[in-house]
């Protein structure tokens, strides 16, 4: 339910150790306007990569308190429509 994402600062994703592909909360978190904190590096190389994602040591997770207390940064990153999604898809 989105309505409870609306009402937190972040969400904190710990995809499975050997996981490289995304779970579905960094979409979420466009949705909502919502930090996240993750475990996961290859986020990096996502076009849901923001300055709202801040990317932690699984082995030694130190969250920096500036991350969380910051405002969400309002920018050009956006959830798609499926309908997007297969136009981008298949003009390739």
């Known amino acids: 339910d989105m309505r409870n994402y609306r009402n937190d ?7 499975l ?3 490289v592909g ?3 909360r960094p979409f979420d ?3 909502t306007d919502t930090k996240v904190i993750t475990t996961n590096k ?3 190389e996502y076009p849901v990569y923001s300055e709202n994602i801040s990317v932690i040591d699984r082995e ?11 405002s969400y940064v ?3 990153k956006h959830a798609i429509s499926v ?4 136009d981008n898809i298949l003009k390739d």
Do not use: C, H, S
């Open 83 to 86: 309908r997007e999604w297969l």
């Open 60 to 70: 030694n997770p130190v969250i920096d308190d500036a991350f969380m207390t910051d």
């Open 17 to 19: 150790y050997k996981q």
């Open 42 to 44: 290859y986020i990096t």
């Open 22 to 24: 995304l779970t579905t």
């Open 74 to 76: 309002k920018n050009d």
């Open 29 to 31: 978190a466009l949705l």
């Open 9 to 15: 600062n972040g969400e904190l994703d710990l995809p």
